[in-house]
């Protein structure tokens, strides 16, 4: 699914396919906190200056959302919301859900992540999502494998969030800067 750019026969770059970006995890662990993002800037900034570490294998356990919506009009948008309160990130496809968590729950909206489909599909992968209530974490995953470990240790499964784009088993994983980015 990856593109590669290649001029006279040499690979130049590696790109996320067309219209697509691949969504990052980190976790902060004190604070007991994921975070998702398709900005490795974001999550860079999020490394350094809140003490959160790179997540799953190469830096994610997802795979990519479309950044628009997709022409087809089979995807929806990928809500991000956050609550200081409970300093919880938590992620809804749904617009009562979202409205919900803002007026009753105390999170506010910081944008949409992406576009996600609402179904199964070739080359889709369900994104798990989970909640540890008396830590007050949810938790999304592609990786069937994390999903049981998570749920073996005190998650509960909440279902399917939306499907995403498979992520390439060859990936190339995050590299964290060692220059701070500027917030």
Known sequence: MACYAFVDGLELTRRDPPGTARVWSAMQT????????TNASQITYYIHFYGYSIEGPKGTTTGYVYTSPSPTGDTVPLYRLYSIGLTDHFLTTSEKEKDYAIKRRGYHLEGVLGYVYPT????????????????????????????????????????????????????SPLVVSTVLPKP
Request: no cysteine; proline share 3%.
């Open 30 to 37: 004190d604070l007991v906190d994921h975070v998702y993002s």
């Open 120 to 171: 199964a599909g070739e080359g889709r992968v369900p994104f798990y999502q989970l909640h540890n209530r008396p830590i007050h974490d949810h938790y999304y995953t592609s990786s069937e494998h994390e999903r049981e470990d998570a749920a073996r240790n005190g998650w509960t499964e909440e279902g399917i969030v939306g499907y995403l784009l498979q992520l390439d088993q060859d990936a």
